[in-house]
């Protein structure tokens, strides 16, 4: 097919399944809480007027927290995934884009 | 309203749309290929990637309709935030290695990598350019609201506007310069928010009604009423106000003054009964011949308008548009800070970011809501009423703090009570108000409905999708990504912020509540014309930025997807950068026609649509494809066609369109039921028809490539 294939051909990435299993585990995390405060709000709205700290209720609290959150996963996923990168694939993660090799040095 | 443009306004949106443009024509030069139009060639680095990502996302959505839904609905419209915000969760740790790793162009030859299936092709394609028009009508809305105040234009110029420039931007450039161009406003909108913020956090809360509508009502003679006598629901008008009743409706009553209707509501204060005006919003069937004199909002200005004369098919407030008798609202009715109740008219002086939203969650606000005064419409009366079309007017509700700090304001997730065709609760045997369990059901549906389609919408984007096709490597993906999510999280917070310093500044338009954001930094207490005008340019290049990433996203569906792959037309590269601009064009037509029919509807309201369509058209084929080696290229077009086609459908007979019909049409339409955001049914649906699809035709998989399949 014409169109089909990375954009720029890639290194093999021996740290894909591990990454992959990763990012599925931290996902459901994330969707665990973020569930928790679509739940609260459908079946105990009232709970989220309660005031917790600095005069900030449990609404704002939560919903800037998942922001926060969602910050903080994405730094510490990212902080494993390269360490994982390095470990398994090389020094920079041997993925950057495979440099055309020069056939004619080759057969020199 | 005022929206008399400004030099100042002028010279700095001009520049502003010039700097773009001059941008986009030196970037052209860079983008021969293919793969430079549609993919910038693979070589932008991970953080200028990172923060476009955060341009190509802070749309018209994030910033003129979440700040406007929280401006008039308070932590309902910050739920918008949160569910943009953790939608990237999903696009970052499931999505975006593997897009990367598998997709050339656009999204399609990511679901496409171990098929081969033309059915994929064309669905994908297709659905591609359905989300992608669904998001465009938004950010069209978004630039039409946008150039009224700024260059006093009306909403359908500026919608045209946006078009030619983006579709100039698109043809010359592709995703190159689209990428500069939201590097540049993605840093600028994020500055100029924290900057906006400060002013708000340092004018503080306070209970002055905003000025400049005080002085209107006043010199309109719009002053409250009072001594109305009520007897027997009967309401008398006092002599000598010059004021004739022309009719009630609920609580509402219509007065009538020199051949000029106005609406009123009854305030009843012990035994004193007032009649305030409210604002309203009269359309009518065939043009109307009206007299006026415009009102001068431009205090520097002193100039005496003329009377004048023209045709007119919507009053407000009885006067045509250009009369700009339709005042700004919404304003602060008690302040509690530190403990005590502040005198009328006094004020909290500058906050901290924590003390303002709890000054705020003490205080009391005025807001105004929208009623749609149905049974008015169709109505004999004399010549005028025959003429209406369709009658709104925004109800003035004091509403607690608390309230307005939790959800509940737009999604009524608490309990809802039964009312009679008055509008008055019904109290049960038990002196309670008697809940309506179908009503409350529906409202909680809608809530999970919206949160759902906005955590797995913004990784079925196909603007967002085609962005991981613009960085070298997975890790540049992924850190690309990291940097969007930062930016964009940051600047949610502050979208809480600006929504609120909207509510209780007094500056909201009800017949454009997108304008929020820009006109709080308009007002004199916060802001001025300057930060104003810089904010509105921003936020213009915002639209022209993201429509370039739409654009550029569904000239690559046509382009790529359908006439290369799908009909194997083996374009050459030339061609196919040419088929993908004749593309671009068609696309800016009919976003520029739906940009004009939707205009004042909340743009974040309408890209939650696009949000729903594209998580269940696109999410679960990118998610099984993934995750589930039994998918099978019959499972995944037929979930893109059915979570597509259910979304759309459940939208077209959505009570919310109900209510769209009435306003252009003055159909009374009775939706089936009380369902806004189609996720909740035609995202299972179209994972379920994946599931059933592909365990029917288990057999094709038999003859896919080992090396392809071993790939995902």
């Excluded at chain 2, 004369?309 to 009715?333: I, M, R, W």
């Excluded at chain 2, 700090?405 to 509008?423: A, Q, S, T, Y």
Aim: charged residues 15%; positive net charge.
């Amino acid at each position: 097919m014409a169109g089909h294939g990375p954009a720029v051909k890639l290194g093999k990435d021996n740290a894909s399944e591990w990454k992959s299993k990763l990012g599925i585990k931290l996902f459901f995390v994330y969707g665990i809480i973020y569930a928790g405060f679509v739940v609260i709000t459908t079946i105990e709205p009232e709970w989220m007027s309660i005031n917790l700290f600095w005069g900030l209720n449990l609404a704002v609290v939560y919903g800037m927290g998942l922001i926060i959150l969602a910050i903080v996963m994405g730094l510490v996923y990212n902080y494993f995934c390269t360490k994982k990168e390095d470990e398994l694939n090389g020094p920079g993660g041997g993925m950057a884009p495979i440099e055309t090799k020069d056939e004619t040095k080759e057969i020199k | 309203m005022n929206y008399t443009p400004s030099p100042i306004a002028i010279g700095v949106f001009l520049a502003f749309v010039g700097f773009v443009l001059g941008l986009s024509f030196y970037f052209a030069r860079k983008a021969k290929s293919a793969e430079g139009y549609f993919a910038a060639g693979g070589s932008i680095p991970w953080w200028l990637n990172g923060v476009a990502f955060a341009g190509d996302y802070l749309s018209a959505a994030s910033f003129l309709g979440i700040c406007g839904m929280i401006a008039v609905a308070g932590f309902d419209g910050f739920l918008y935030s949160i569910g943009y915000l953790a939608g990237w969760v999903v696009a970052l740790f499931v999505v975006a290695e593997p897009m990367k790793r598998l997709g050339k162009y656009t999204f399609a030859d990511a679901l496409d990598s171990k098929f081969n299936s033309k059915g994929i092709q064309l669905a994908a394609a297709i659905s591609t350019l359905v989300v992608s028009i669904f998001y465009l009508i938004p950010q069209m809305v978004g630039a039409g609201s946008l150039v009224t105040p700024l260059l006093g234009w009306d909403q359908w110029m500026g919608v045209v506007l946006v078009g030619i420039v983006v579709v100039v931007i698109v043809a010359t450039a592709g995703m190159t310069s689209t990428t500069y161009v939201q590097f540049l406003k993605g840093g600028l909108l994020i500055i100029f928010s924290v900057l906006l913020c400060i002013c708000i956090f340092k004018a503080g809360l306070n209970m002055t009604v905003f000025e400049d509508s005080q002085k209107l009502k006043r010199e309109l003679g719009f002053g409250d009423i009072a001594g109305v006598i009520v007897k027997d629901d009967v309401v008398t008008i006092p002599g000598d106000s010059g004021f004739k009743k022309a009719g009630t409706f609920k609580h509402f009553v219509r007065l009538e003054k020199e051949g000029r209707y106005s609406w009123w509501m009854l305030k009843k204060d012990g035994k004193v009964n007032t009649l305030i005006q409210i604002p309203s919003v009269t359309k009518l069937k065939k043009e109307t011949k009206c007299k006026f004199t415009a009102y001068n909002h431009n205090p520097k200005v002193a100039k005496k308008e003329k009377e004048q004369e023209l045709s007119t098919l919507e009053l407000f407030n009885g006067y045509p548009k250009a009369a700009n008798h339709f005042y700004q609202v919404s304003h602060l009715s008690k302040i509690v800070y530190k403990g005590k109740v502040l005198k009328a008219g006094a004020g909290t002086g500058s906050l901290g970011p924590f003390e303002f939203l709890k000054v705020l969650k003490d205080s009391e606000v005025t807001i105004f809501k929208k009623v749609a005064l149905k049974a008015w419409t169709g109505r004999k009366g004399n010549d005028f009423d025959r003429n209406i079309e369709s009658i709104t007017v925004w109800k003035p509700t004091p509403t607690a703090g608390v309230l307005v700090m939790r959800p509940g304001l737009k999604f009524k997730v608490d309990p809802v009570h039964k009312k009679d065709k008055n509008g008055n609760v019904i109290i049960g045997a038990d002196n309670k108000p008697v809940i309506d369990n179908n009503k409350t059901l529906w409202e909680k549906l809608n809530f999970v409905s919206l949160m759902l389609a906005l955590f797995f919408g913004t990784s079925a984007l196909p603007h967002v999708l085609i962005r991981y096709y613009t960085v070298p490597s997975q890790r540049d993906a992924r850190k690309s990504t990291i940097v969007a999510i930062t930016a964009i999280g940051f600047f949610y917070i502050l979208t809480l912020f600006m929504g609120l310093g909207a509510m209780s500044n007094g500056v909201i338009d009800l017949t454009d509540t997108n304008m929020s954001a820009p006109l709080v930094a308009a007002s004199a207490k916060v802001g001025g014309v300057l930060l104003f005008s810089i904010i509105s340019a921003i936020a213009f290049a915002t639209v022209l930025g993201t429509v370039s990433g739409l654009i550029v996203a569904a000239s690559g569906a046509v382009a790529h997807d359908i006439m290369d792959n799908y009909m194997g037309l083996n374009l050459t590269d030339a061609n196919k950068v040419k088929a993908g601009k004749i593309a671009a064009l068609i696309t800016g037509v009919i976003a520029i026609g739906l940009g004009i029919v939707f205009k004042g509807v909340n743009v974040s309201f309408l890209v939650g649509w696009a949000f729903a369509v594209a998580a269940s058209a696109n999410l679960p084929a990118i998610m099984m494809l993934l995750f589930w080696k039994k998918t099978t290229a019959k499972g995944i077009t037929a979930s893109i066609l059915v979570g597509m086609i259910a979304a759309i459908a459940i939208l077209a007979i959505s009570p919310k369109m109900a209510e769209m019909y009435y306003g252009w049409w003055g159909v009374n339409f009775d939706a089936p039921f009380d369902l806004n955001n189609p996720g909740i049914i035609s995202i299972p649906l179209s994972f379920i028809t994946l599931v059933i699809v592909s365990l029917m035709t288990q057999k094709d998989n038999d003859k896919l490539d080992p090396e392809k399949v071993a790939a995902i």
